[in-house]
């Protein structure tokens, strides 16, 4: 081939390979267009305030309920009650592994938690029937254990590779020289790390727990199989729940095309795309203050 | 002075808004080896790439000023970089042999640039000659180029750019990761090769910029100091600078 | 585990699902990690190497850095969303393996795109000026030297990612996945069977559940060891690359 034509080729594939790129932010944008539409929709049949507010959802007949609260308030909970679970235990995870276990460990260790990270999700809903839902329900006497604590441990399993992978990233960019000045003092390896090493790692263990947290709230599968699908508002954590995914997932099959009901799910689709998208913002500044720290 | 191959002319170059390279004129002639000296940092070898125009895909270079190949503009917006790279050759710091055997590193280039199929084993085995490779490796080469030895490996580099005929060859510190005997090797290579093409050598090593250099250009901090021939630069300097450096005071 | 045998992976159900194997399953989640390779790893790798290779930092790279960040956060439900939006009634491709392989690509996407990234970024700029020096166009220094150096840690990426994808349950959900299909999917615009909706329905929506539940269990295991050989052969060529260098 001729110099011109070698050339012609490589300006084509730059520009097809740029084309992909602008594939993404379309992708973006197409499914914020497609949620604002669907959800502006919505907002014409059902008043935002009634959305909001509100304790019921009930749609599909003439005179439905929509309101969010319920749903969310479920899905806040499922959250949180995993973030309880999974933070202590990835962050000691994460410390253990970086800081004590021996390399041959590390190196077995390693591969476990990205494996518990590719099990699927509906293996872990799996689990949660069979498993830890007959668990719960003998250690309270109660009769079913498909509830939100289930939920929680589930999802808690379920974010822990996430923010245990983050959080040794977070620990291992602390400077040696922080901790061998802590231990010079005559501190002793666990006052040094939690006086000094995590302290110093923190906007990074926050953009894990963020991270993790996005993950947990954005789940579907395990929370509609394990935590018993009552669109109520929830008391506590030995109610069952019915997260914003679960109730997209339940409803979305059976639910007529361009109906109120429909919109619907669109709408609280979008409210949890908001929630996830500002964690995922958030992990992002402090993943990147952790950045700065470490230049 | 003998025939200019290639000259800058007000040549500044820019990193963001750092200021690498200040106001350098220089002419390197033809068939003759010219070094570059001068403490790390320099810019020495910075100037080297820019005459292959290497810093095209730095995201924040900002080029000014005239760079010529014979009456060639280089960085005339129509002329191909490839066409100038196939004229302009050049040797790196580290010695970067393809992940392929010694044949096809050989014959990579040639392939690209359209040299007729059959012409190929011939001119390998000619550039494999002149670079003093051939008897090591006549026997091997199918052999993955990454088996070499370190000085065998900058050799096979060099014959990788000797085969494209080139007018003049570039060379970063091509010895910088080598041992005494393969820089000997790569030393009467040079010399060797300088009958043919015009050659611009970076140098850290004062003995080497003695042993090979018939030219010498003395840079600090960006700025050209001092250039002329090789008696001079090291018996003869003008500039007190000079001096001290190829003294041994600093750098 | 009696319940997973021959016959289990190698037959149909029968009985209303209550008996028989769990082969359409298979080949449906096969067929569809198909589709979403297909789709989603050359558009990846592509994006990865402009990201990496030709563009220079930008407004526009900046851009499209961050949606890619924020895709790879966005809940799979609402990718389950978008595919049935888009794939399904937009482009007219109906409930099939065709537009729930998409949707799973478009999902991929990000991931293949970062991984690849790191796999490029780890190739040293001298491997590139050694043949750009020669008079090598960057495409040409991308295809011979570039992408076979990078080539074991893209695809440790992809194999990864395509693990997690053949797992997921809720983008398919709304657009193809089908509970029982008669026979074997055959054709693109067809709905399709998946390992991880079979698993599902088992387990919470068969009208006998007590009796299925020894089949749940069987694919479970058979999800689980298809994930779990996915990620031994991703953590094999990662390994052999690492002992390599």
């Known amino acids: 081939m001729d110099i011109k034509k070698r050339e012609s080729l490589d300006w084509f594939f730059k520009q097809a390979f740029k084309a992909t790129g602008l594939l993404t932010i379309c992708m973006l944008g197409g499914i914020f267009l497609m949620l604002l539409y669907n959800s502006i929709a919505f907002a014409m049949d059902i008043k935002p305030v009634d959305f909001f507010t509100g304790y019921q959802w009930n749609p599909g007949n003439a005179n439905g309920k929509y309101s969010i609260l319920p749903l969310l308030v479920s899905t806040g909970l499922v959250a949180a009650g995993s973030m309880i679970i999974a933070v202590p235990l990835g962050i000691f995870t994460a410390a253990f592994l970086s800081e004590f276990a021996p390399p041959k460990l590390q190196a077995v260790l390693k591969p476990v938690i990205e494996m518990l990270a590719a099990i699927p999700s509906v293996a872990i809903g799996f689990l949660g029937i069979v498993l830890v839902g007959p668990g719960i329900a003998k250690l309270f006497g109660i009769q079913n254990g498909l509830n939100a604590l289930n939920g929680s441990i589930l999802l808690a399993v379920m974010a822990l590779p996430t923010i245990i992978t983050i959080s040794e990233d977070a620990i291992n960019a602390v400077p040696k020289s922080y901790r061998e000045a802590s231990l010079a003092l005559g501190a002793d390896k666990w006052t040094t790390l939690f006086k000094v090493t995590i302290p110093a790692a923190y906007p990074g263990l926050i953009a894990a727990v963020m991270l993790g947290l996005g993950r947990a709230l954005g789940e579907t599968m395990t929370v509609l199989m394990a935590t018993g699908n009552a669109a109520a508002m929830p008391r506590g954590f030995l109610d069952s729940i019915r997260t914003i995914t679960a109730t997209v997932a339940i409803e979305m099959g059976e639910v007529p095309y361009r109906t109120t009901h429909y919109f619907a799910l669109f709408a609280i689709a979008a409210v949890l795309f908001l929630i996830t998208l500002s964690i995922n913002l958030l992990g992002e500044y402090f993943a990147n203050r952790l950045r700065k720290f470490q230049a | ?251 | 585990m009696p319940s997973v045998s021959w016959n289990f992976i190698s037959k149909l159900p029968t009985e209303g699902m209550t008996k028989g194997g769990i082969l359409p399953a298979i080949t449906g989640t096969v067929l569809l990690t198909f589709i979403t390779t297909i789709f989603a790893v050359p558009f990846g790798i592509a994006c990865a190497i402009y990201l990496n290779e030709y563009a220079r930092p930008s407004v526009l790279t900046n851009i499209i850095r961050a949606s890619i960040r924020n895709l790879s956060g966005i809940p799979s439900i609402i990718y389950g969303l978008f595919g049935l939006a888009l794939f399904v009634q937009a482009l007219r491709l109906g409930t099939s393996v065709l537009s729930a392989g998409l949707t799973l690509g478009l999902l991929s996407l990000p991931y293949i795109i970062t991984t690849t990234e790191e796999a490029l970024k780890r190739i040293p700029t001298v491997m590139r000026e050694a043949t750009l020096a020669l008079g090598a166009t960057q495409f040409e220094t991308i295809r011979d030297v570039v992408l076979p150096k990078a080539l074991p840690g893209i695809l440790t990426g992809v194999i990864l990612t395509l693990s997690r994808a053949a797992g997921e349950t809720a983008p398919i959900l709304f657009t193809g996945v089908a509970f029982y299909i008669n026979g074997l999917a055959t054709s693109f615009n067809q709905e399709f069977m998946a390992l991880p909706y079979h698993l599902y329905m088992l387990s919470t929506q068969h009208q006998s559940i007590g009796q299925v539940r020894p089949l749940a269990y069987g694919t479970a295991v058979v999800l689980i060891i298809l994930v779990f050989i996915m990620n031994c052969i991703a953590f094999y060529i990662r390994f052999k690359q690492r002992t390599q260098d």
């Not at chain 2, 290639?6 to 002419?27: E, M, P, Q, V």
């Not at chain 2, 003695?210 to 500039?239: H, P």
Request: hydrophobic residues 35%; aromatic residues 8%; contains cysteine.
């Open chain 2, 1 to 251: 002075m003998a025939d200019i191959k290639l000259s800058a002319h007000n040549l500044n170059l820019y990193f963001g808004t750092k200021h690498i390279l200040k106001n350098i004129d220089i002419d390197f002639s033809k068939n003759k080896v010219t070094s570059l000296i001068g403490p790390s940092g320099c810019g020495k070898s910075t100037l080297l790439r820019c005459f292959n125009r290497m810093h095209d895909l730095t995201p924040d270079a900002k080029i000014e000023g005239i760079l010529k190949l014979d009456d060639l503009d280089i960085y005339k917006k129509k002329y191909s970089v490839t066409e100038l790279r196939k004229r302009i050759g050049m040797v790196f710091q580290k010695p970067n042999p393809l992940p392929k055997s010694i044949y096809e590193n050989m014959s990579y280039a040639l392939k690209l640039h359209d040299f007729p199929k059959n012409e190929l084993p011939h001119l390998i085995e000619s550039a494999l000659k002149e670079s003093y490779l051939w008897e090591e490796v006549k026997e091997e080469l199918k052999k993955p180029a990454v088996k070499l030895s370190g000085g065998q490996q900058q050799r096979l580099c060099i014959a990788r750019t000797v085969v494209l005929r080139p007018e003049v060859i570039l060379m970063d510190e091509p010895c910088s990761a080598l041992d005494p005997i393969s820089t000997r090797k790569i030393e009467d290579l040079i010399l060797s090769l300088k009958r043919n093409y015009t050659i611009v050598i970076v140098t850290h090593n004062m003995q080497q910029a003695q042993r090979i250099s018939d030219d010498v250009a003395f840079m600090y901090l960006g700025e050209l100091i001092e250039f002329d021939t090789y008696e001079n630069i090291f018996k003869n300097a003008k500039k007190e600078l000079t001096k001290n450096y190829v003294s041994g005071h600093f750098g």
